[in-house]
């Protein structure tokens, strides 16, 4: 069984950036294609980047944080991140990340493995 914990939330200002890391504990991360999703207050959960099994793998965004967010992972250590650039007050949010041996399952949101959330909190 996969465990997946998040760290690195908080509150930051406007403009800021955060660093989110999501540890995995169990046999075969290598095997898993691994993604962010974050749900706003009074929204649905919403898709935001992905990341293929690889160390430097492929790698694929929602257009709301393209060119903002970075996604990536260290097999050796069992991780992976979310570099977050320019923040602004609509990436407010509780951000999960998910894992499944199917990339496709964690880009809709199926996956079978996710962590319990960090809360992501942007001020002006």
């Known amino acids: 069984q996969v465990q997946l914990v998040e760290s690195g939330g908080g509150l930051v200002q406007t403009g800021g950036s955060l660093t989110l890391s999501c540890a995995a504990s169990?046999?075969?991360?290598?095997?898993?294609?691994m993604g962010w999703f974050r749900q706003a207050p009074g929204k649905e959960r919403e898709y935001v980047a992905s990341?293929?099994?690889?160390?430097?793998?492929?790698?694929h965004y929602a257009d709301s944080v393209k060119g903002r967010f970075t996604i990536s992972r260290d097999n050796a250590r069992n991780a992976m991140y979310l570099q977050m650039n320019s923040l602004n007050r609509e990436d407010t949010a509780v951000y999960y990340c998910?894992?499944?041996?199917?990339?496709?399952?964690?880009?809709?949101?199926?996956?079978?493995?996710w962590g319990q959330g960090t809360q992501v909190t942007v001020s002006s």
């Open positions: 990341i293929t099994r690889n160390t430097g793998g492929s790698t």
């Open positions: 169990g046999p075969a991360f290598t095997s898993l294609a």
């Open positions: 998910n894992a499944d041996v199917i990339l496709h399952r964690v880009r809709t949101g199926t996956a079978d493995y």
